[in-house]
């Protein structure tokens, strides 16, 4: 197969556009066919159209589409009817951008779509080799992840570099840490990971800055000061501790000093307690102490009834009477002091004074 790469205007792509039933639809002055027999039916919504539009506006590129050569010199579309339609029915008329249709723009704003350059891989070949090529390009193809996005714009010396610890299959990054984070390399979730770490969560600034650096030792270096960081803190590896966002607690407590013995003890012990349900937030609470890592137990509707009942819908705190609706379950030996969320250990009180204890 023969593949060659062409630059075509919007100007070309248009002229001579026609979407009827008589000739299907058509471009290039007639010698494209946009919706060959394999193609799917136009199915972009309104924003996605217009997203395209966006595009050409700001002079960013498109994706590049695919156009088969036909035995008449002709084309057939491959990959691009989307965005070859949302184009030329845009400078057609038949939809507005930003409440504009393309004939209320001034004459430069025109111009500036209408000379737009669009990349194309022509391809020649037989009929078979053209179709398997295009399912090949639909079923390998997959939306793009936001750190994929991000990798283009900010693309340069440090990106490369970053790539090669974090992006690929069996990389440095999965070797040390695999175990403790979620996602696949070669999504550049590994990567987007912990650029969110070591920037606080303002990864776009981060590469903006980093961006012409020559290489990426301080995230790398960052990355093995995390992990070796968690396990000496926490040396009993279990299954619960990949995907918890250890960059962000490293940065809190990595100067603090801990016993690893008597937080594995602790850890143990809430690994069994059944009123906590998020046993992966266990290692956020024995860092933070704060219970909500934990997703500690709800008193059951059965639990809060008898309370209730046994109240006489009377709030302890207040003394008010209350119906069940305004009250809310609250333990009377907290959860932290031993208290468990059983029967026994309800009580009802009404809502603004639990919400002032549990503000306590």
């Known amino acids: ?75 057939e579309v491959i990959d691009g009817q989307q965005r070859t339609i949302s184009i030329s029915q845009f400078v057609e008329g038949d939809f507005a951008y930003k409440n504009r249709y393309f004939h209320n723009l001034q004459k430069d704003e025109q111009e500036q779509i209408l000379n737009y350059k669009l990349m194309v891989y022509l391809c020649s070949g037989a009929d078979s080799e053209k179709l398997e090529w295009f399912r090949t390009i639909n079923i390998a193809g997959e939306k793009l992840t936001d750190q994929e996005l991000r990798n283009a714009v900010y693309s340069g010396s440090w990106v490369s ?31 987007e990971t912990t650029i969110k770490w070591i920037s606080g969560d303002t990864i776009e600034k981060y590469m903006a800055k980093q961006q012409h650096e020559p290489n990426a030792n301080d995230l790398w270096l960052y990355f093995q000061a995390v992990i070796n ?54 290692y956020e609470y024995v860092l933070t102490r704060n219970e909500k890592h934990l997703n500690i137990r709800a008193f059951t509707d059965n639990q809060k009834r008898e309370a209730y009942e046994r109240q006489e819908g009377i709030c302890p705190v207040c003394t008010e009477h209350y119906e069940i609706e305004g009250m809310e379950g609250d333990h009377i030996t907290p959860w932290h002091e031993g208290g468990k969320t059983s029967a026994d250990n309800c009580q009802m009180l009404c809502k603004d004074d639990n919400r002032r204890k549990s503000g306590k």
């Not at 395209?52 to 050569?69: R, S």
């Not at 570099?161 to 550049?188: M, V």
């Not at 990949?242 to 003890?265: A, C, I, R, S």
Request: some cysteine; overall charge neutral.
């Open 161 to 191: 570099d970053a790539k090669r610890y974090f992006s690929k299959s069996g990389c440095a990054a999965y070797g040390l840490g695999g175990d403790y984070l979620n996602g696949a390399p070669i999504r550049q979730d590994y990567l």
């Open 229 to 282: 960081w968690v396990k000496v803190v926490f040396p009993k590896y279990r299954r619960e501790m990949k995907g918890v966002q250890w960059g962000f607690l490293y940065n809190e407590f990595k100067d603090k000093k801990f016993d690893h013995k008597k937080l594995e003890t602790e850890i143990t012990k809430l690994m069994q307690d059944e009123d906590v349900t998020n046993k992966k937030g266990i």
């Open 1 to 75: 197969m023969k593949i060659e790469l062409k630059e075509i205007t919007v100007r070309d792509l248009t002229n001579g556009y026609q979407d009827n039933e008589e000739n299907g639809v058509i471009g290039y002055d007639g010698k494209l066919d946009i919706r060959p027999p394999y193609q799917r039916e136009f199915i972009y919504k309104d924003k996605q159209r217009e997203a395209v539009i966006d595009t050409i506006t700001k002079d960013f590129p498109l994706n590049v589409m695919y156009w088969a050569v036909r035995e008449d010199e002709n084309f």
